[in-house]
T-cell receptor, first 114, second 113 residues
Framework: ETGVTQSPTHLIKTRGQQVTLRCSSQSGHNTVSWYQQALGQGPQFIFQYYREEENGRGNFPPRFSGLQFPNYSSELNVNALELDDSALYLC?????????????FGSGTRLTVV | GQQLNQSPQSMFIQEGEDVSMNCTSSSIFNTWLWYKQDPGEGPVLLIALYKAGELTSNGRLTAQFGITRKDSFLNISASIPSDVGIYFCAGRKGTSGTYKYIFGTGTRLKVLA
């Protein structure tokens, strides 16, 4: 059973650019959630995808968008990057409603916006 | 965005000591969770609590779901160096199929050998 894999591990972008982060879900998991974790803070929920559709969203602007693919891998896209977007971005995969112990986090992508 | 309040923010303890930390919220949750995050890694679930008043143990860890459903506590007994890390509480909200997790601000634990 593979874990949750995120790529790239680190990334540096310039303010105003666009970025795409990727997440490969744990085998058999049909739900993926994305979180933003600023330095010294807890993770903040961005959104969740189930069967390729967004089914929950936190307080993030529309320039944060996502995709889930038929193989349940996922992308997080951020447009018009701002300095405050610098953070660790985590994805978590699960099998819908199968319980909290199946909610598995990846190691994250560290995004730095300069 | 909403975050739960955790205290203390950080603590230094001697190996072998017991540790206590807590988490409070202005809103009610039906599920409370405690995670540990090591540097360069994602959070890993330690304990889940599903009922007000519930007390659950996982090895040296014990957590309690507050009666008001607005708080939770985590205790670590006889700490060891590998307990170092950041501990997050999280409340789960939403309905079936739309759950989301609200995380606390974290308690950073350092253990002195």
């Amino acid at each position: 059973e593979t874990g949750v894999t995120q790529s790239p591990t680190h990334l540096i972008k310039t303010r105003g650019q666009q970025v795409t982060l990727r997440c490969s879900s744990q085998s058999g998991h049909n739900t993926v959630s994305w979180y933003q974790q600023a330095l010294g803070q807890g993770p903040q929920f961005i959104f969740q995808y189930y069967r390729e559709e967004e089914n929950g969203r936190g307080n993030f602007p529309p320039r944060f968008s996502g995709l889930q693919f038929p193989n349940y891998s996922s992308e997080l896209n951020v447009n018009a990057l701002e300095l405050d977007d610098s953070a660790l971005y985590l994805c978590a995969s699960s099998l819908l409603d199968r319980g909290v112990y199946g909610y598995t986090f990846g190691s994250g992508t560290r995004l730095t916006v300069v | 965005g909403q975050q739960l309040n955790q205290s203390p923010q950080s603590m230094f303890i001697q190996e072998g000591e017991d540790v206590s930390m807590n988490c409070t919220s202005s809103s009610i949750f039906n599920t409370w969770l405690w995670y540990k995050q090591d540097p360069g890694e994602g959070p890993v679930l330690l304990i889940a609590l599903y009922k007000a008043g519930e007390l659950t143990s996982n090895g040296r860890l014990t957590a309690q779901f507050g009666i008001t459903r607005k708080d939770s506590f985590l205790n670590i007994s006889a700490s060891i160096p590998s307990d170092v890390g950041i501990y997050f509480c999280a409340g789960r909200k939403g309905t079936s199929g739309t759950y989301k997790y609200i995380f606390g601000t974290g308690t950073r634990l350092k253990v002195l050998a």
